[in-house]
């Protein structure tokens, strides 16, 4: 038994040995080759970004520019064999990304990619990307909020609910089109969570909502420590984008059954059916020297 398993990985390493040594033989033929028989895949390319950029960016002669991707052709052109060619398109998971990556690793807003959401669920470059074709960004899809909304069926439910940031995709008819996915995430990666394009939830919001960013004498906590206590930013059937309605959200937080101050009896429908608004109306915190309970 232990012969046959020795013979085993022995005749393995020998075909590892072959392969490698195979692929290793392997040289470049030049894009005019490769179009011999890709010609439709060699015209997509032109007027890309890549087409433009290639030779440019990376000194990469344009008869050697479809083996930047795909590797020396040689074996390829000669067996006519799919399995003697890197096609990233094919590949799985991280190998699809390295072709990607070999150019496009210095650029800081991919630096944390690898580990994150959408690396870590089997993702690649390929998975939003097509190199043949395809305008701006080389998206798969016409827009990129319809690109990320092919897969985050649960957000493209929650931007078309009545409160909504102006997100809808352009290209629609009842589009705003006024901010799109990558205004709030970093599609590659970030060191926040949910792929936030800054250091936190809170930094992110305070970009476009700047006046609730500035210090308060009052503080109301859960505003200092996350946007997302009270809100939901992809959209709500409630008003401002609130999680729950007033005073169901107050509660929450703040016990039901009774109001703090001790003013009104146990389960007074002043106290659990009114709007809290209607007196804490500062919620986001007060600079009032009497608004320690957010009433000014």
Same mark, same amino acid.
């Given at each position: ?58 000194? !990469? *002669? ?6 930047? $991707? ?18 990233? %398109? ?7 990304? /390295? ?26 470059? !390929?998975?939003?990307?097509?190199? +043949?074709?395809?305008? &701006? ?7 990129? !909020? ?8 649960? !957000?493209?439910?929650?931007? *078309? ?19 799109? $996915? ?20 809170? &930094?992110?919001?305070?970009?476009? +909502? ?8 009052? /503080? ?5 420590? &996350? ?29 039901? %059954? ?39």
């Amino acid at each position: 038994m232990t012969r046959l398993i020795i013979n085993a990985m022995l005749a393995m390493a020998v075909a590892l040995v072959s392969a490698t040594t195979a692929f290793a033989a392997a040289e470049k033929v030049g894009a005019a080759a490769c179009a011999g028989c890709h010609a439709d895949k060699a015209d997509s390319l032109k007027g890309t970004a890549h087409g433009k950029r290639l030779e440019a960016i990376k000194g !990469v *002669a344009p008869e050697q520019a479809c083996e930047t $991707c795909h590797g020396a052709g040689s074996l390829h052109a000669e067996a006519g064999d799919t399995k003697e060619i890197f096609n990233p %398109g094919k590949a799985l998971g991280e190998k699809a990304s /390295e072709a990607c990556l070999n150019c496009h690793s210095g650029d800081r807003t991919r630096m944390f990619w690898a580990g994150s959401a959408h690396d870590g669920k089997g993702e690649s470059c !390929v998975s939003c990307h097509k190199v +043949h074709g395809g305008t &701006d960004l080389l998206l798969k899809k016409k827009t990129e !909020v319809e690109l990320c909304l092919s897969c985050h069926k649960d !957000v493209k439910a929650d931007i *078309a609910k009545r409160s909504k940031h102006p997100l809808r995709d352009s290209s629609s008819k009842t589009g705003e089109g006024k901010m799109t $996915c990558s205004s709030c995430h970093n599609p590659h990666g970030s060191r926040s969570e949910k792929l936030i394009a800054a250091k936190s939830i809170n &930094d992110k919001c305070y970009e476009c +909502h700047t006046e609730k960013q500035a210090a308060v004498l009052w /503080e109301h906590a859960p505003v200092k420590e &996350d946007c997302m206590t009270c809100h939901s930013p992809h959209g709500s059937s409630n008003d401002k984008l609130l999680v729950v309605k007033v005073p169901r959200l107050c509660q929450s937080c703040h016990m039901q %059954g009774r109001h703090q101050s001790g003013t009104l009896a146990a389960n007074s429908a002043y106290a659990t059916g009114r709007a809290c608004l209607g007196c804490h109306s500062m919620v986001h915190g007060s600079n009032h020297p009497s608004g320690a309970v957010l009433q000014r």
